[in-house]
């Protein structure tokens, strides 16, 4: 995988009308005590983040939409998950190097990052607590000739529920760009390790807890850019890679691997990094 060093400086581009718009953005993006203490409570889901984002089921296969940042990011999250499981030379790839692997999408939505799995052969498991987006994947799926043979399960629950019913169960456990959107995180991230079978791995990808974060990723690309629908990130809900690392210790994992993420919106395009400024890639192993 590519690594690159450099952060994009679209701030200088944007100053002028940052400017215009960050008094009003931070009134936005800063934590308040309520929502500080919402991290205490015992449940995962956020009722708003949830509403939010099934109010995108429109738009949630359009890949020059909305969310044509998320359908880029397939084409590094993608690979990440398979090199992390399958190892072999481009040379001697199989097409469907993930066949014998059972998978674990949390917080699927519409089944974008599940659908790039179940055709690279997984058994795909989807998650997600709201109806209309597990109802529009797995429609999606139906229709989807490339996944005929290969269909994902999807199911409207949580994680910590779904880890009484399947602990011990997956080969991997993704959560790409959700643990964000998490109000209990230590929950969260226990409930994705009990489905884990000792040895399988977990793959984690979110934004950084940092000011360019808060200042790229909320101000400009919310307020200024509008390429997200605004309220999509809370900035009090961002965590930070050492903050993740200790949370997979403690549940009895151990991280293997740590990668930075750079998006350019202009183009549309996604890159690993050796900077985690602005969002982190990581990959785990439970511990046998």
Known sequence: MKLVPRIPSIVNVLQTRCAINVKKCLMHGSPSCAQQNQ??????IDPEDVYRHGQLTKDWWDEQGVLKGLHSLNLIRIPFVRDGLVQCSPDERDPTPLKDKKILDVGCGGGILSEGLAKLGASVTGIDAGKDLIELATEHSKNNPKLANNLPSYFCTTVEEHSQERKDYY??????????????????????????????????????????????????????????????????????????TFLLERNNCHVELTYGMIYYPFSNRWELSKSQLLAFAIQAEKLK
């Open 39 to 44: 991290k205490k409570t015992n449940t995962t």
């Open 171 to 244: 080969d991997a456990v993704v959560a790409s760009e959700v643990i964000e959107h998490v109000y209990n995180k230590e929950i969260f991230v226990k409930a994705c390790v009990e489905t884990l079978k000792p040895g399988g791995k977990i793959f984690v990808t979110t934004p950084n807890r940092s000011r360019i974060t808060q200042i790229l990723g909320i101000y400009v690309a919310e307020y200024v850019l509008n390429i997200i629908p605004r309220g999509t990130h809370q900035y009090d809900k961002f965590m930070t890679s050492p903050e993740l």
